[in-house]
């Protein structure tokens, strides 16, 4: 087996098409029109027109993730084959885009709760929160998925290779999972050792699962991966461990394979390349702030620094500012290479090669531990959920915080000074030296939060952030 390393001047930019390839051509690579977006067929990388066809061939992966990005932003609500969660699809209120506690839906895509910035996989402002159980959620942004993704594969590796030699529950990033609640059901981290950062709960492992579990909750779409596997996913990376009984309506709706395993799989390779938050401005009152956090103790849980062995994106993008030229701008770097494995093209006698990330070590500048904690009860939800105490939440990344109009779980906090404030339980310490912090040193730290953002995707994909660093096209 040849392997052929990516040329990175040549391709930057073909690769600048990433998201931008027309959707008519895309569309026609699969031979599916965008309602049948959700319902394509698995497959396997040898046999066009599938999704691991789509994400895998040289010329398509980038196809592969427009395609997911596609599914994202349905609007299901428009097609009436689309499934509602065993009720009349005729009793969602297309108008009704903001979810209430007596909703039927709370949504009809993705961005709908996800829908800051626009046309982003961002956060729900608080008029958009969701509500699970009694309790109210403000929807998070999914920037950086596939790193998150990583640092909990890989934690769960550390905690469990430490179990086998009866030593500390400590990660390679020094996370101790045996300090505060500890390592128990609804603890740190459950009692099998999985770290799940996904969900204010820290409810699941990966983002596939996630994603499965939120488009039946939230959309009233079921995912073949979560109710039409007859193995299960005892692994609850939220891919079936078995083959998928195709046809089946498990939720009575009327509707069978409303999200097939192939459409799943481009989601969620949307969603694991999805590009890291920015930053602003860095000002001498924004190095203040980043000192002053970390002195009063807020990095012990909000963590800079998060190291990744093995980068699973094919493809990094962030912003930044440059003082220079007083804009906003963006980094691009390519992160795959090709492998010949001897497949052609059965039409045009070619070899198309398979696209393989380099899976190189990475720094993600996250600010979380990805760890349970409790957090007192003046942050508390209503109720308990999914087995976890409804004080105990995993620890919120603060990459984008910034760009938040009003913050915690639940949205409920106006202000980042409220936000603070408002920690307790293991977070009691911390909290206690911000309130002491001079008006000023406050000021300093929120400045160092607000030069973390997001940013639009759209703004970089039609160049009004210009790609400057990195693989420029």
Partial sequence: MSIRRIHRVVLAPALFCLFIISFGHSSAQVSLKPADLARTPEGEST??????YLINRDGHARDGIQLGRSIFHQDFAEFKDSGCNGIPCSLRNRNATRAAPDSRFEASSCATCHSTPDGSAGYGPRDQSTFTNGNTIRTPDMFGAGLIQELAIEATEDLRK??????????????????????????????????????????ESHVRAFSSRAAFKHLGIQAQDAFQCPDGDKDGDGRCDGSITAGQDPDADGVADELTQGGLSLLEHYLINYPLPGRGPITTEVRRGEQIFARIGCTECHRPEMKIRQDPRIEHVTVFWNPDSKRYEAERRLQFHLIDDGYQDPDRRRTVALV????????????SDLKRHDMGPRMADANDEDGVSKSVFITRPLWGAGSYKNFLHDGSANTLDEATLRHGGEAAAARKRFAEL????????????????????????????????????
Avoid: C, M
């Fill in 438 to 473: 001079t008006v000023k040193e406050r000021g300093y730290v929120n400045a160092f939060l607000k030069s973390h953002v997001l940013f639009s995707v759209e703004d970089v994909l039609n160049a009004k952030i210009p790609i400057t660093r990195g693989d420029v096209p």
């Fill in 356 to 367: 393989v990330p380099n899976r190189q070590p990475f720094t993600a500048n996250v600010y």
């Fill in 162 to 203: 430490a179990d086998v030699k009866h030593a500390a529950h400590i990660t390679a990033n020094g996370v101790n999972y045996d300090q505060g609640i500890g390592v128990k059901n609804g603890g740190g981290v459950d009692a099998n050792l999985i770290v799940k950062p996904f969900g204010r709960k820290g409810i």
């Fill in 47 to 52: 046999v066009r027109g599938t999704a691991q």
